[in-house]
């Protein structure tokens, strides 16, 4: 697997919206599954959204309704358009791509992790 790269992060008020884009260089990417994770400050990291290659799609609980997670293999790239932000989704947010489902839950791929992009959602 090669790296992804996160990019969109920001400051932006309660209730607007941000898109996050990852990018992964080379050849495989649409076989891969990938995920959106996020660690807020001093808090362990957690599991945002899912996309399997087939496009199907997983979300945490808190999120559902608000983010929406697609791919676009053309260009070997996953988004993250989040709507309605809160001042709780405030994080670092980490791309991961390889990663395997196990009873309809995305484990990551430990060789795969993003840098990261911060978002910071304002009240």
């Known amino acids: 697997q090669v790296q992804p790269v996160e990019s969109g992060g920001g400051l932006v008020q309660a209730g607007g919206s941000l898109r996050l884009s990852c990018r992964a260089p080379?050849?495989?990417?649409?076989?891969?599954?990938a995920g959106w994770y996020r660690q807020p400050p001093g808090k362990q990291r957690e599991l945002v959204a899912s996309?399997?290659?087939?496009?199907?799609?997983k979300y945490a609980d808190d999120v559902a309704g608000r983010f929406i997670i697609s791919r676009d293999n053309d260009l070997n790239t996953v988004y993250l358009q989040m709507d309605s932000l809160k001042a709780e989704d405030t994080a670092v947010y980490y791309c991961?791509?390889?990663?395997?489902?196990?009873?309809?839950?995305?484990?990551?791929?430990?060789?795969?992790w993003g840098r990261g992009t911060q978002v910071t959602v304002s009240s």
């Open positions: 991961n791509s390889g990663g395997t489902y196990i009873s309809g839950r995305y484990y990551a791929n430990l060789r795969s």
């Open positions: 080379g050849n495989g990417f649409s076989r891969m599954h």
């Open positions: 996309i399997s290659s087939f496009g199907t799609t």
